[in-house]
């Protein structure tokens, strides 16, 4: 939240989330009701984003890359006790993105 935002909401408690939960609820729904060829559909879309650019050649060996894809900006949830729960991601830009090929 801006400052101008704190100093208005003092108590979450008197926000109406109700909106939120349906949207994620809706999408919830609409993913799980998603027929098989659908489904088979986005695995096949996801599997030819990693056989794009989830391997490298690392001494001409072909090497899977753990950690290719970039999360979207949102709510950084966490696990458990973490010290950045519920803070903010922010968007990732290319000049942002360093690659380590050393």
């Keep these: 939240m801006t400052p101008k935002e704190r100093s ?9 989330f109700r909106e939120i939960h349906a949207m994620h609820k809706a ?14 559909a986005l695995k096949e879309a996801n599997q030819k984003i990693v056989d794009e650019y989830g391997y490298c050649l690392l001494d ?14 949102g709510l950084f949830r966490g696990r458990g006790e973490h010290p950045k729960q519920g803070m903010l991601k922010k968007r990732i830009q290319p ?3 360093i690659i380590n090929c050393g």
Excluded: T, W, Y
């Excluded at 909401?9 to 008197?14: A, N, P, R």
């Design 95 to 97: 000049e942002d993105v």
């Design 27 to 40: 999408r919830v729904e609409a993913r799980k009701s998603m027929s098989k060829e659908e489904k088979q």
């Design 8 to 16: 208005l909401i003092k108590d979450l408690e008197m926000c109406d």
């Design 60 to 73: 001409h060996h072909k090497e899977r890359i753990g950690n290719f894809k970039i999360e979207p900006p």
